[in-house]
C-alpha cells in the first residue's frame, strides 16, 4: 500500500514569508509525528497527533510553528515569519495506535533565503 | 532528559567487513530502543528495535542487544555489502500513553567499498 507522503519535496522561501508542508499518513493510521532534521543531525521530535489533536507539541520551538490535523487524516505544518534558521528537512511519520513502530515519509527539504 | 549518543562517522569499510557501531542513551526508566536506516534518496525505515533489557533485535543480517548495565544499543553486522551503503540512526522512546516520540542520535554514514 501507499507509504507515508509528503509535499512539497523542497521549498524554497525568502525570510519573512509564511509556509506550509503537507502529510499524507499511511490510511488508518492514528499517530501522526513531526520531526525536523537539520543538517548533520538526527531528527527532533516538534508535534505528536492522536487523531485530530495535538497531544503533545512540546518540540515546536517557538509560536511562528503551528500544525494541524483537521480530519485526523492528513496533517499541515504551518511556519510563520520565516527565517534562515528554520531552513531544514522537515520529516512527517505515522503510525498505529499503541504500536511503537513509525512510519516516515520522504521529508520536505525547505530552504529560507 | 533522554539522549543518544552514537559514534562520530563517517565509517568507511570493504565489503565483508565486520561492522559495530556504538550507541549508548540517558534516559529515566526503560525506553525501547531502535536503529532506523536512511539509504541515499529515501526515507528513514525502521531496521531494528528492542524493547527491553536482554531484548536482541535483528534484520538484514544486523543485530543489537539492549544492555541496560552498559546503557547501550550497538549496532552490529558480520559481513556488510556495498548495498549496507546508508546513514544509520540509533533512537529511544518511551510508551507514554500513546505517545512513541522519538529521541534520535546523531547518525552514522557508513561507505562500503566493493
Request: aromatic share 12%; hydrophobic share 30%; charged share 20%.
Given at each position: 500500500?501507499?507509504?507515508?507522503?509528503?509535499?512539497?519535496?523542497?521549498?524554497?522561501?525568502?525570510?519573512?514569508?509564511?509556509?506550509?508542508?503537507?502529510?499524507?499518513?499511511?490510511?488508518?493510521?492514528?499517530?501522526?509525528?513531526?520531526?525536523?532534521?537539520?543538517?548533520?543531525?538526527?531528527?527532533?521530535?516538534?508535534?505528536?497527533?492522536?487523531?485530530?489533536?495535538?497531544?503533545?507539541?512540546?518540540?515546536?520551538?517557538?509560536?511562528?510553528?503551528?500544525?494541524?490535523?483537521?480530519?485526523?487524516?492528513?496533517?499541515?505544518?504551518?511556519?510563520?515569519?520565516?527565517?534562515?534558521?528554520?531552513?531544514?528537512?522537515?520529516?512527517?511519520?505515522?503510525?498505529?495506535?499503541?504500536?511503537?513502530?513509525?512510519?516516515?515519509?520522504?521529508?520536505?527539504?525547505?530552504?529560507?533565503? | 532528559?533522554?539522549?543518544?549518543?552514537?559514534?562520530?562517522?563517517?565509517?568507511?569499510?570493504?565489503?565483508?567487513?565486520?561492522?559495530?557501531?556504538?550507541?549508548?542513551?540517558?534516559?529515566?526508566?526503560?525506553?525501547?530502543?531502535f536503529w532506523y536506516v536512511q539509504y541515499?534518496?529515501?526515507?528513514?525505515q525502521l531496521l531494528l528495535k528492542a524493547?527491553?533489557?536482554?531484548?536482541?533485535?535483528?534484520?538484514?543480517?544486523?543485530?543489537?542487544?539492549?544492555?541496560?548495565?552498559?546503557?547501550?544499543?550497538?549496532l552490529e553486522k558480520g559481513s556488510v555489502?556495498?548495498?549496507?551503503?546508508?546513514?544509520?540512526?540509533?533512537?529511544?522512546?518511551?510508551?507514554?500513553?500513546?505517545?512513541?516520540?522519538?529521541?534520535?542520535?546523531?547518525?552514522?554514514?557508513?561507505?562500503?567499498?566493493?
Open positions: 500500500g501507499a507509504g507515508v507522503s509528503q509535499t512539497p519535496s523542497n521549498k524554497v522561501t525568502e525570510k519573512g514569508k509564511y509556509v506550509e508542508l503537507r502529510c499524507d499518513p499511511i490510511s488508518g493510521h492514528t499517530a501522526l509525528y513531526w520531526y525536523r532534521q537539520s543538517l548533520g543531525q538526527g531528527p527532533e521530535f516538534l508535534i505528536y497527533f492522536q487523531g485530530t489533536g495535538a497531544a503533545d507539541d512540546s518540540g515546536l520551538p517557538n509560536d511562528r510553528f503551528f500544525a494541524v490535523r483537521p480530519e485526523g487524516s492528513v496533517s499541515t505544518l504551518k511556519i510563520q515569519r520565516t527565517e534562515r534558521g528554520d531552513s531544514a528537512v522537515y520529516l512527517c511519520a505515522s503510525g498505529q495506535q499503541g504500536v511503537d513502530t513509525q512510519y516516515f515519509g520522504p521529508g520536505t527539504r525547505l530552504t529560507v533565503l | 532528559g533522554n539522549s543518544v549518543t552514537q559514534m562520530e562517522g563517517p565509517v568507511t569499510l570493504s565489503e565483508e567487513a565486520f561492522l559495530t557501531i556504538n550507541c549508548t542513551y540517558t534516559a529515566t526508566g526503560y525506553p525501547s530502543l541515499p534518496g529515501e526515507g528513514l524493547t527491553k533489557a536482554d531484548d536482541k533485535g535483528s534484520n538484514k543480517g544486523f543485530e543489537a542487544t539492549y544492555r541496560k548495565e552498559t546503557t547501550s544499543f550497538h555489502q556495498v548495498s549496507d551503503s546508508a546513514v544509520y540512526f540509533c533512537a529511544l522512546s518511551y510508551s507514554g500513553g500513546s505517545n512513541y516520540k522519538l529521541t534520535f542520535g546523531k547518525g552514522t554514514l557508513l561507505t562500503v567499498n566493493p
